[in-house]
C-alpha cells in the first residue's frame, strides 16, 4: 500500500484500461484493490462450470472462449470467475483479453472431511495440485480455497476446527505462489466463520431480491471485514422463473447498490444459462448474462452499462463540502495528507487547512499545495481550530480529517452518498493503520487506545472518530460547534453525545476509509494515554450520566477497531443457528461484557492489586495469595498481547510482549490524569467552616443522611424542589438520575470520584397551600474507594491473626490513610450538595426552616425537632 501514500502518486481514475491490468498483479490496498498506482474495481461474471470437452476440461473449446472474452470485455467485465481450475491455454486467453481470473480450487467440502486424516490429505493434495497448475499465471487474480462449506458439515465440526483448516489451505497456496491474494467464499448460512483473519479479502455469496435488505446486508459484511476488502463472488437472478426484464431490473440495482455500500467488487452468477454440475446440464435455471446460444438478454446490456461506468456509481446530488484539516506542528504526515486530498474525486469540494500556531514546516508544506486555503491562528487547541475551519467554510457539509491521515479517492463519496441516501446530520468512517517498518512502531499501533468507532447496530454510530467524520455544517454549527475545553482530545465524543443528546442519529460509511499515521514511539504512546485521561476528565464533566463508577464511558453500542474491545471478553460468542441448523442467515453474537470482564485493567484495580502484590511478596506464605489481582491483570494483558493484529514480519515475543507491556500501561496513565483532572474541577471548599448555608443540616444517623426543610404557601409540591435540583445539578455538571419506580428514594446524584448520593423528599400538608417540603441526602463515598475501605482493614485483621504483625501495621496503616481521604472528599461532596439543594430550593422560592441565627424564622411553620 505504499503508493498510496506518497504525494506524487495520482490517483482516483474510475476505470482501469486493459493495459494498465498486464504488466502486473492486483494488490490489496485497504479496503479496496490497486493496479499499479490505479484503484481497481473488480467486476466479474461467473464462467462455468460446463460439461466436460475434449480434453476432459470443464471449460468450452478454446474458439468458444475466445468469443465469450471478446464479448465480456465488451461489457466492461474485468474478471472471470471459474469454479475448477482453469487450463493454462485458458489462462492464455484471459491474459490476450486483459481480464484476470478467480481460481475456484475444489475439494470434497460435503463430506465431514475432518473425520477422515486421509481426505485432509487429499484435500491439501488436490489445492496444492490446483495451484502448481495454474503455474503461477500473470492472468490469476486470487485464489478460492472453498466455496460455501454446508452449515451442518461446520456444525458436525466446530466452527474453530473448519477455521483453523481453511487457514491451512490458504496457507498452502501462498506456499506455491507467494505474493498471490487468496480467499475463501462463504454465504449468509454460515456467516460466522472468521476466515477474515487469515485470508487477504473477504467473499461472500449473497441472493437477496429485496434491495434495503441488500444494502443493509451489505454494510453489515464491511464490519465483518475490518480492514479488509469485501467482493460479492456470486448474486443473480433466474430469468425462467421471472421474467428477462424483471432479471435485468434485479442485477441493475444490485449492482449499483452494492458499488455504492463500498464493495471492492461483484461476480454475477452468471455468463450464460450453460450450466453443468452433478453429471448433467442444469436446464430449469437461467441465471445467466447470455442464453446457451451466446444471445445477450436484456441483463447483459444492464451490466454492460454499469460495468462501463463510473464506480462508485455517481450521487445523485453532490452538496458542497468543505474539508477541514486541523495541523499543529505536523510537517511529518502533513505532505501526504494534502496529496491525498487533491485527489479527491468528489465532484465538489474545497479543503481547509487550520494552521494551528505550529512552529514547524507546517505552514511551508501547506503553502506548497495552492488548491488549499490556509488559515493561521496562535495555538488555541484543536476544538478551537475546528471551529475556525467550520465558520470559514463554504460548503453545505464539513468534513474532518487529521493532519496524520491519507483519504481514499472515494472517501467523500461514501460519506456524503451515506448522509444523503439516508438523511443524516453527521457520519464517519474507519481509519486504519499503514503498515509501519520497524517492530516497535508496529507494536505501538497496533496497541489499545487507538481513534475507534463505536456502533448501535451496522449503519448508526453512537461515536465517530475524529479523524474520520462529516457533518451538517448548519446543524454543527446550531448546537454550538465543538468545545474549545478540548484541546487535544475528547472533543469527537462531546460533539457526538451532544448531537445525540438533540435527537439526531449519525451515520456510518464502512467503505469510507482513511490511513491514519497513528504515535509510532512509546514516548508518543505514553503522551498520548495521558492526553486521552485528560480527555476523558473533561468529558465526563459534561456527561456524568455516560459514565460508570470507574470512570469508562457506558456505550450502548459495540466498540470496532480497538484491541481493548476483543482483548476484554472471555465469553465465547453464540451462533444463531435457527432450528436445527437450518437458519438462512446464521450470524455470530457477542454477549455483553461484564464488570469482571474489564475491572482487572482499571486504573482502580492496579491502584489496589500493586500494594497487595508487594504486602504479599513481603509477607510470603499464604499470603502470596494476595499476588492474585496482579496476575489476573497482567493474564488479560498478556491476551490481549496475543490478540494483536501485528504484520506477520514482526511476529514474535518481542512484538507481543511490548503490547501487553502498553496494554498494562495504558489505564494507568490515563487513570492518573483523569483523577487529577476531574479533582482540579471539584471546587475547593473547606470541611468544616461555616459556609454560605442559610440552614444547620441536621444529620440522621438511622437514615446515613443529612436533611433540609422548606416551606412555602404557594401550594409547591416536592416536584418543584426535585426539578430544581435536577437544573442546579446539571449546571454544575452533576449527574442526577431520576430513580424507577422500584427505588425508595428519588434522585440518584453522582459526584464521580468525590462520592454519590440518594435523595428522598416528603411532602407535609399544613392546610390550603401550605407545605413543609422536607430533603434527605443520603451521601455514599466513591465505590472503588468504598471497596478499598472496606478490604485494607479485613487484611489488616487477617494478617495480625495469622501473626503478621508487620503486615497487619502495614494494611493498617494503609487503611487509615485510604479512609481518611475517602471520608474527607465525602465531606466535601456532601457540603457541595448542601450548596445545591439550598440552590434549588432558591430557584423555587422555598424559605428554609430552622434557619442559621443570622436569618429570621418564617412565621407559620413550627421548627423543626
Known amino acids: 500500500m505504499s503508493s498510496v501514500l506518497e504525494p506524487d502518486v495520482r490517483v482516483g481514475t474510475p476505470t482501469v484500461t486493459r493495459a494498465d491490468l498486464l504488466p502486473g498483479p492486483i494488490r490489496v490496498d485497504g479496503k479496496f484493490f490497486r493496479a499499479r498506482a490505479a484503484k481497481h474495481f473488480v467486476k466479474g461474471v461467473t464462467y462455468g462450470p460446463f460439461a466436460p470437452n475434449s480434453a476432459d476440461e470443464q471449460f468450452p473449446a478454446l474458439d468458444r472462449v475466445e468469443r465469450d472474452f471478446a464479448l465480456m470485455v465488451s461489457a466492461g467485465i474485468n474478471t472471470v470467475r471459474v469454479f475448477t481450475v482453469p487450463p493454462l491455454w485458458l489462462l492464455d486467453a484471459a491474459d490476450r483479453h486483459g481480464l484476470k481470473v478467480l481460481v475456484g480450487l475444489p475439494w470434497s467440502q460435503h463430506v465431514a472431511f475432518l473425520d477422515d486424516p486421509a481426505v485432509q490429505v487429499g484435500i491439501r493434495g488436490a489445492v496444492v495440485a490446483g495451484v502448481r497448475a495454474c503455474a503461477r499465471h500473470r492472468a490469476v487474480f486470487a485464489y478460492l480455497v472453498g466455496n460455501e462449506i454446508p452449515p451442518d458439515i461446520i456444525r458436525w465440526h466446530g466452527p474453530r476446527r473448519i477455521e483453523k483448516f481453511v487457514a491451512s489451505l490458504v496457507a498452502l497456496v501462498r506456499q506455491e505462489h507467494p505474493g498471490a491474494l487468496v480467499s475463501y467464499a462463504n454465504f449468509p448460512s454460515t456467516e460466522y466463520l472468521n476466515v477474515a483473519e487469515f485470508c487477504d479479502f473477504l467473499c461472500f455469496n449473497v441472493y437477496l431480491h429485496d434491495e434495503h435488505a441488500f444494502r443493509r446486508y451489505v454494510a453489515r459484511l464491511h464490519n465483518q471485514t475490518v480492514t479488509k476488502p469485501l467482493v460479492l463472488t456470486e448474486f443473480g437472478a433466474d430469468s425462467l422463473r421471472s421474467s428477462e426484464d424483471e432479471q435485468r431490473a434485479i442485477l441493475s440495482w444490485h449492482i449499483r447498490a452494492a458499488f455504492a455500500g463500498g464493495v471492492a467488487g461483484t461476480f454475477v452468477f452468471a455468463w ?66 494534502l496529496a491525498s486530498l487533491e485527489l479527491l474525486n468528489y465532484a465538489d469540494y474545497e479543503v481547509i487547512v487550520v494552521n494551528d500556531g505550529s512552529t514547524d514546516r507546517t505552514l511551508d508544506i501547506a503553502e506548497g499545495f495552492p488548491y488549499c486555503r490556509i488559515i493561521s491562528q496562535e495555538n488555541k487547541g484543536l476544538s478551537v481550530a475546528r471551529n475556525v475551519g467550520a465558520a470559514a467554510a463554504t460548503g453545505e457539509i464539513v468534513a474532518y480529517t487529521d493532519s496524520d491521515c491519507v483519504a481514499d479517492p472515494d472517501w467523500l463519496d461514501y460519506l456524503v452518498g451515506t448522509m444523503e441516501s439516508n438523511g443524516l446530520v453527521a457520519c464517519g468512517g474507519p481509519n486504519f493503520s499503514p503498515t509501519e517498518t520497524h517492530l516497535v512502531p508496529e507494536a505501538v499501533a497496533a496497541s489499545p487506545g487507538a481513534p475507534c468507532h463505536v456502533l448501535l447496530d451496522d449503519e448508526l454510530a453512537e461515536h465517530i472518530a475524529g479523524c474520520n467524520m462529516a457533518f451538517r455544517r448548519d446543524v454543527l454549527l446550531g448546537i454550538g460547534g465543538f468545545d474549545p475545553i478540548f484541546r487535544a482530545a475528547g472533543d469527537d465524543v462531546d460533539i457526538c453525545w451532544r448531537l445525540q443528546d438533540a435527537g439526531h442519529a449519525i451515520g456510518y460509511s464502512g467503505a469510507a476509509f482513511v490511513w491514519h499515521f497513528r504515535r509510532n514511539t512509546v514516548s508518543a504512546y505514553i503522551a498520548q494515554q495521558r492526553g486521552y485521561g485528560k480527555a476523558e476528565a473533561l468529558v465526563y464533566a459534561k456527561h456524568p450520566d455516560r459514565f460508570n463508577a470507574f470512570g469508562q464511558a457506558k456505550w450502548s453500542g459495540r466498540i470496532y477497531g480497538d484491541l481493548s474491545a476483543a482483548m476484554l471478553l472471555w465469553r465465547k460468542p453464540v451462533i444463531y443457528a435457527g432450528t436445527f441448523g437450518r437458519g438462512l442467515f446464521q450470524s455470530l453474537y457477542q454477549p455483553p461484557g461484564g464488570l469482571i470482564e474489564y475491572l482487572p485493567l482499571t486504573f482502580e484495580w492496579t491502584l489496589l492489586s500493586l500494594p497487595l502484590a508487594i504486602a504479599g511478596v513481603i509477607a510470603g506464605g499464604w499470603w502470596r495469595l ?160 468504598a471497596m478499598a475501605v472496606a478490604a485494607l482493614p479485613l487484611l489488616a485483621l487477617i494478617s495480625a491473626g495469622a501473626g503478621g504483625s508487620a503486615m497487619a501495621g502495614i494494611l493498617a496503616a494503609l487503611a487509615l490513610g485510604a479512609s481518611g481521604v475517602a471520608g474527607w472528599y465525602l465531606t466535601l461532596f456532601a457540603r457541595r450538595l448542601h450548596g445545591l439543594v439550598e440552590e434549588a430550593a432558591r430557584e423555587v422560592d422555598l424559605v428554609p426552616v430552622d434557619p442559621v441565627a443570622r436569618a429570621p424564622l418564617p412565621v407559620g411553620p413550627p421548627r423543626t425537632a
Open 626 to 785: 494476595l499476588l492474585a489481582p496482579l496476575l489476573l491483570a497482567l493474564a488479560m494483558c498478556v491476551k490481549g498481547g496475543l490478540s494483536a493484529r501485528i504484520d506477520p514480519r514482526f511476529e514474535g515475543p518481542k512484538a507481543r510482549l511490548l503490547i501487553a507491556v502498553l496494554i498494562y500501561l495504558g489505564p494507568l496513565l490515563r487513570g492518573c490524569e483523569r483523577i487529577k483532572w476531574r479533582f482540579k474541577a471539584t471546587p475547593k471548599l473547606m470541611p468544616f467552616d461555616d459556609g454560605p448555608f442559610e440552614q444547620r443540616s441536621r444529620w440522621r444517623w438511622r437514615e446515613s443522611g443529612f436533611v433540609l426543610s422548606f416551606w412555602n404557601e404557594a401550594g409547591l409540591e416536592k416536584e418543584a424542589v426535585l426539578g430544581a435540583v435536577m437544573r442546579c445539578a446539571a449546571a454544575q455538571r452533576i449527574t442526577a438520575t431520576v430513580a424507577s419506580g422500584w427505588k425508595d428514594w428519588d434522585l440518584d446524584i453522582r459526584g464521580g470520584p468525590t462520592g454519590r448520593a440518594r435523595v428522598v423528599v416528603a411532602a407535609e400538608n399544613h392546610g390550603a397551600d401550605k407545605r413543609l417540603l422536607r430533603v434527605r441526602v443520603a451521601p455514599r463515598p466513591w465505590p472503588p474507594a
Open 272 to 337: 450464460t444459462d450453460e450450466w453443468f454440475t452433478g453429471g448433467h446440464p442444469i436446464e430449469d435455471w437461467d441465471f445467466g448474462l447470455v442464453d446457451r446460444r451466446r444471445r445477450p438478454k436484456p441483463a447483459f446490456a444492464e451490466v454492460s452499462a454499469q460495468y462501463n461506468g463510473p464506480l462508485p456509481p455517481p450521487l445523485t446530488h453532490y452538496p458542497r463540502v468543505s474539508v477541514v484539516v486541523c495541523a499543529y506542528n505536523a510537517e511529518r504526515t502533513l505532505l501526504p495528507c
